[in-house]
């Protein structure tokens, strides 16, 4: 079994599997950092003058502890029930430019990758039981 891991560790397809992984997390950092310090503000700013939309929530069970102002935060260390409706708007942000980055990647590699040289095309299988039948016929 052990010989058989390392021969699974050395296949290049999981060494391009770890490289992707770890360049893929640093990539959905930048993209988090992008929509949370560039365009949230932004966004905010743009809808009605700097509204912050990671302390946006509404709260579900226990408002009686939550204060108006209150951070998302603070909301739910004082153990009100909320759903972080804020933090949703966000996440979705960071997976439509993740999404869409990720095409832009795909679509300029497909220009640069050559697609495979098909394979000369052999008789079909109609072709090849015509034959069949023509040398049957030929025989007496």
Do not use: C, H, W
Request: without cysteine; glycine residues 10%; proline residues 4%.
């Amino acid at each position: 079994m052990i010989k058989d891991f390392k021969a699974f560790l050395n296949q290049g397809n999981v060494m391009g599997l770890a490289v992707g992984v770890i360049i893929g997390a640093a990539f959905g950092t930048i993209v988090k950092s992008l929509t949370d310090d560039v365009l949230m503000p932004f966004i905010g700013f743009v809808t009605g003058g700097g509204v912050d939309f990671t302390n946006k929530y509404l709260i579900l069970a226990g408002g009686e502890k939550v204060t108006e102002g209150m951070t998302l935060a603070a909301a739910k260390a004082s153990g009100a029930n909320v759903m972080a409706l804020g933090s949703f708007v966000t996440a979705v942000i960071n997976f439509i430019l993740l999404a869409f980055v990720v095409f832009l990647l795909v679509r300029q590699a497909s220009k640069f990758i050559k697609p495979a040289e098909e394979a000369p095309a052999g008789p079909t299988e109609v072709d090849i039981l015509t034959e069949i039948r023509d040398e049957l016929k030929k025989r007496p």
